[in-house]
């Protein structure tokens, strides 16, 4: 920095008669500032001055060449030359006072119990967490440090969350907890650097609630978050990046700004950090490496549940399910079968989810028969299983209040098969569809059987040429997928690479991730997905493949992506990433139609307008098809071809039909597809 620019800057917070000292040749009493001496107690108002200028000094660094280590020199010549401080700061988190200090081991006792009966077969697990929750009170803490630093592991479903949220409730009610309340972060929503203010800002908004803070997702922490996280769990402390001051209660940047007060690092004095994981801790030490985990005073992994476990569980969730029937005026019971049966349901992706779905399945099903029948009176009902099917007994008469959704959805089935079946050709495409409803149903039974599930990646490459059925075969795979339970939602979202790639340095990855958000539950289809490719220089579309294949990991379980494109171009585009290929087992190749095919689309998409196409058509159909085909299949279109030919045949054979009163208003003849072209 150019020493004319700095005497500037002096100037500008100190004014042009301010008469630097030494802190040497200062009296102890007194701090001089220009003909103006002041009392050491009275120096706060000079700190007060500076605050007030900061602002125009910001603006005359920005005009200047002003950098961090200008920064630097400059505070310590102030701090040197007019002994203020200007030194960062540390900001301590919300102190929080609990009614009790000391720990009654009844109390804890009573709350694992209780506990325990609401999550049967996680009786380890609470005992552990209750422990780290008492120890604080059992030892002498530094008021100073957090209280404890916990991670609480494992299988997705198996309640960690839902177990925390109730021994926190136990602990505030009896007075060790000021508040049930934790402050939540999501550690999956910062996946970029340019978002760590954002979590800078939603740590700070965390720490100002109760005792805990939360740290939601660890398992999908984004890399670079990676050592701020493992300095905070072995300090108690997160050490920020940037220069931070506190606006309005709001973390903001300062940049390079000369202030005071700039806030270095967030403190979790005397608060509970908790990161939750949806993974088991082996695979959470292969993710982060054992030096992680060795700043965790506690790390709890749930258990696997036990058919035992299952059982009770079933059994609790039943209960709460004959509850809700009664609001109904339905008196629901059940019998040790139907318990068996639903926790066979168990899923190991979805856990304990999978039995809640059930059970809302059967819910709604009771609140439509209420609705149809209209009845006032209790109607008894009995819930039994038989052949591992739902066996219902309504006023002694054997219902099947199911049947109703069932039936539609079966009929959905039908009419989407029927539908892919009228499609012509493409038989290998609609022999791979039907065989995932075989999977699926087989996975199902060997989930509900206690036997292990294999995920198939039913993630897919259309290549072939424009016009063979690319699109039309997406959207139908969409709604079937659906249909059988597969996906969620079903919707086809349709993009291309201007829908993905942003227009400058940091937009494409989060462009990128709300189209995948948007689809899912139903398919992402790519169009001329090889165009995001063009070359190792192309930066953005570099990124927008990254984000894609982060974002098929991350939603395995209810997105399906469809790549489509030329079949040499798709061959160089599985080779920008290596996660891409093996991502995409299921390479199907859409065949150029034959001359036959051609004519029976052209029959389909004439029937569709309600025309038919007269006999002596076919030949010369069958002729121009096999000549363009042979010649130029690739641009021709296909399809797109046949529909083309019959949109024009429309035209022309509306005006043959004005000249001639006697022609069929709804058939097509061969004079109206003259002047053919290859």
Not at 414 to 433: A, M, R, S, T
Not at 445 to 469: C, D, E, W, Y
Request: negative net charge; charged residues 30%.
């Amino acid at each position: 920095m150019k020493k004319k620019e700095k005497e500037d800057l002096m100037e500008a917070v100190f004014g042009k008669n301010a008469k630097r000292r030494t802190l040497g040749s200062l009296k102890s009493n007194d701090f001089v500032y220009g003909d103006y001496s002041m009392k050491k107690d009275e120096t706060d108002a000079l700190n007060e001055m500076l605050k007030q200028q900061s602002r125009q000094l910001s603006e005359m660094m920005k005009e200047s060449s002003f950098s961090e280590a200008d920064y630097q020199k400059l505070k310590q010549e102030i701090e040197q030359d007019f002994g203020v401080t200007l030194n960062e700061v540390e900001m301590n988190s919300t102190p929080v006072k609990s009614s009790k200090q000391i720990m009654d081991f009844q109390d804890v006792q009573s709350i694992v119990e209780e506990s325990e009966e609401l999550f049967p077969g996680q009786k380890a697990f609470i005992e552990d967490l209750s422990e780290a929750f008492s120890k604080p009170f059992l030892l002498e803490n530094d008021k100073n440090d957090p209280k404890f630093i916990v991670c609480l592991c494992g299988q997705k479903g198996t309640g960690k969350s839902e177990m925390l949220n109730h021994v926190m409730e136990q602990y505030q009610k009896k007075g060790y907890f000021s508040s049930k309340e934790a402050g939540i972060v999501d550690l999956s929503l910062y996946e970029r650097t340019e978002q760590e203010h954002l979590f800078v800002q939603d740590v700070y908004s965390a720490l100002q609630k109760g005792e805990i803070v939360l740290f939601n997702n660890f398992h999908q922490t984004s890399f670079y978050l990676m050592p701020t996280l493992e300095s905070l769990v072995h300090t108690g402390k997160l050490k920020l990046k940037k220069r931070y001051t506190l606006k309005q209660g709001q973390m903001q940047e300062t940049g390079n700004t000369l202030t005071a007060n700039v806030i270095d690092s967030l403190s979790f004095a005397d608060k509970g950090i908790v990161f939750i994981a949806d993974a088991s801790l082996n695979d959470l030490i292969q993710m982060t490496g054992t030096g992680f985990f060795k700043g965790f005073h506690d790390v709890i992994e749930t258990s696997k549940f036990t058919e035992e476990a299952l059982l009770k569980i079933s059994k609790c969730k039943l209960d709460e399910f004959v509850a809700e029937a009664a609001k109904l005026n339905i008196q629901v019971s059940f019998d040790e079968q139907l318990t068996s049966y639903l926790s066979r349901q168990f899923d190991e992706k979805e856990g304990l989810k999978a039995l809640d779905q059930v059970l809302e399945k059967w819910l709604k099903a009771l609140l439509q028969m209420k609705l149809d029948q209209r009845f006032e009176e209790i109607k008894k009902m009995r819930m039994s299983i038989k052949e591992d099917e739902v066996i219902v007994l309504m006023e002694d008469q054997q219902i099947d209040f199911l049947a109703q959704g069932h039936e539609k959805e079966l009929d959905q089935q039908k009419k989407i098969l029927d539908e892919l079946n009228e499609i012509v050709g493409l038989d290998e495409v609609k022999q791979y569809v039907l065989s995932l409803k075989d999977h699926f149903r087989i996975q199902k039974l060997r989930a509900q059987k206690g036997m292990k599930t294999n995920a198939v990646s039913m993630h897919m490459i259309f290549t072939g040429n424009p016009g063979t059925g690319k699109t039309t075969i997406a959207r139908i795979i969409s709604r079937y997928l659906k249909s059988i339970g597969i996906l969620s939602s079903g919707q086809l979202v349709e993009v291309t690479r201007a829908d993905l790639v942003g227009r400058y340095v940091g937009h494409t990855a989060p462009q990128t991730e709300n189209v995948i958000q948007s689809a899912l539950g139903g398919v992402l289809f790519i169009d001329e997905a090889y165009s995001l490719y063009r070359g190792k220089d192309d930066s953005f579309g570099l990124e927008a493949i990254d984000a894609l294949v982060k974002g098929i990991e991350d939603y395995r379980d209810d997105l399906l992506v469809i790549l489509a494109g030329y079949t040499k171009e798709m061959k160089e585009f599985l080779t920008s990433n290596s996660g891409l290929k093996s991502r995409f087992p299921n390479v199907i190749e859409f065949l150029d139609y034959t001359a036959e095919e051609l004519l029976m689309i052209t029959k389909s998409i004439a029937k569709g307008k309600q025309y038919f196409l007269n006999e002596d058509c076919d030949q010369k159909l069958l002729a121009y098809f096999e000549e363009v085909q042979s010649t130029r299949a690739a641009d021709a279109g296909n399809g797109r071809l046949a529909r083309n030919l019959v949109e024009a045949a429309i035209l022309k054979q509306s005006s043959r039909c004005l000249s001639d009163e006697t022609a069929a208003l709804d058939e097509l003849r061969a004079e109206d597809f003259e002047g053919l072209e290859v």
